[in-house]
């Protein structure tokens, strides 16, 4: 069957193809997620069938610079933090709670949020030029999906060292983390993504997703219920700080933050 594509939303795109969809992301140049992206991207998934009609999710980025470079930094403002945590969190909710398998190719900046997307699909495969990290310390925030999803994928201690310093991980090191599955040269992106779905569509889908669902729970990892509680220590007590205003404040300005320590 041909591919053929749907684009209900401005800055998500569609392409189905049999048992395969692919969610573009595209809002160019560093496909930064803003509420009205996130409220599309939650409105491309609810129009997906469930196995064995859809098996397998596919996120990309368009563009030259990368696949995301996270969520948008004036969407953390008090009026609007709210709102945008809800509408960001629902997408991983929707593929937590889904028998799909999920697949992150990623190229250039995947940070932020972005990368939080990424690592949290159930493959990940990178170029070897792409860059992963978790900046948010820098602007006096933490990510709450990473909080969660690194301890149990690195350990909490290198998921410490990656949260609080915030540094950039080349696709190397990411692979040797265990946060990308594989790392390809340049070019051959599609076709890695390709081999992987055909490998993987040989199996049963019943029985990959309930494998996903035993390992997960193996894991040890309630993300419904500690997800919830992220949130909550991130509006009632981060948001509340005058550094985590200062942080999102300065960025927006263009400045370096002053910090209260409070």
Not at 204 to 225: E, I, M, N
Not at 230 to 252: H, N, P
Request: with cysteine; charged share 25%.
């Amino acid at each position: 069957m041909a591919p053929f594509l749907e684009s209900p939303t401005e800055h998500i795109e569609l392409e189905l193809d049999g048992a395969v969809a692919r969610v573009w992301l595209q809002r160019p140049p560093l496909n930064v997620l803003d509420i009205p992206m996130l409220e599309e991207l939650g409105t491309a998934l609810d129009m997906l069938r469930a196995p064995p009609h859809l098996r397998f999710v596919v996120f990309q980025g368009r563009g030259e610079r990368g696949f995301s470079a996270g969520v948008e930094v004036r969407d953390h403002t008090p009026d609007r933090v709210g709102l945008m945590l809800e509408r960001f969190h629902g997408v991983f909710r929707k593929l937590w709670s889904s028998d799909w398998i999920s697949v992150a190719a990623v190229h250039g900046n995947c940070l932020g949020g972005g990368m939080e997307l990424a690592t949290f699909c159930d493959f990940c495969v990178a170029t070897h030029t792409a860059r992963f990290g978790q900046p948010e310390i820098k602007l006096g925030c933490f990510p709450p999906v990473a909080a969660v999803l690194l301890p149990p994928l690195v350990g909490p201690r290198r998921a410490l060292e990656l949260i609080l310093t915030g540094r950039t991980l080349t696709a190397g090191e990411a692979h040797a983390l265990g946060l990308a599955t594989e790392v390809v040269g340049e070019g051959e992106l599609d076709s890695a993504v390709q081999k992987l779905i055909q490998q993987l569509q040989g199996y049963s889908p019943a029985v990959l997703g309930l494998t996903k669902k035993a390992v997960l729970r193996a894991a040890g990892l309630d993300f419904d219920k500690a997800l919830a509680e992220m949130e909550k220590v991130y509006l009632e007590e981060l948001m509340q700080t005058a550094d985590a205003a200062e942080g999102i404040r300065a960025f927006i300005e263009k400045r370096q933050p002053v910090w209260a320590g409070r």
